[in-house]
């Protein structure tokens, strides 16, 4: 409570959990200043897919998977490793491009001139 006058002063929280900084390391490198904007998506996306594949292992039901243009800054390879990963269950894709390489969708949604398009 000691930080409540504070945080209502600054429009925000000062202290808990989401203050946290975490650090992540990808071969000895710090993820957000050393690698490339491709390789800090695949970090990302791992930790994405992980906590997914623990949430699912927690409820013994798998969540929807949503991934908003997680493969814009992914080379094929890795966007086809992505893919292989994906877990079985409803997964909800969206992408600016095309389909990521290896993506076998039941399902394609095209928003085309403000309308949805199957």
Not at 70 to 95: C, H, I, K, N, Y
Request: overall charge neutral.
């Amino acid at each position: 409570m000691s930080a409540r006058h504070e945080d209502l002063r600054r429009t925000t929280t000062t202290v808990g959990p989401q203050r946290d900084e975490v650090e992540i390391e990808a071969g000895g490198l710090d993820a957000r200043t050393r690698l490339s904007q491709g390789r800090q998506r695949c970090v990302a996306l791992s930790l994405r897919l992980a906590s997914h594949r623990l949430m699912t292992t927690i409820t013994g039901s798998a969540p929807v998977l949503l991934l908003d243009d997680a493969f814009s800054e992914l080379d094929e390879g890795t966007a086809r490793a992505l893919v292989g990963e994906l877990p079985g269950g409803q997964a909800l894709l969206t992408t600016a491009g095309e389909l990521p390489p290896g993506a076998a969708p039941k399902l394609v949604v095209r928003l085309v001139g403000g309308r949805l398009q199957q």
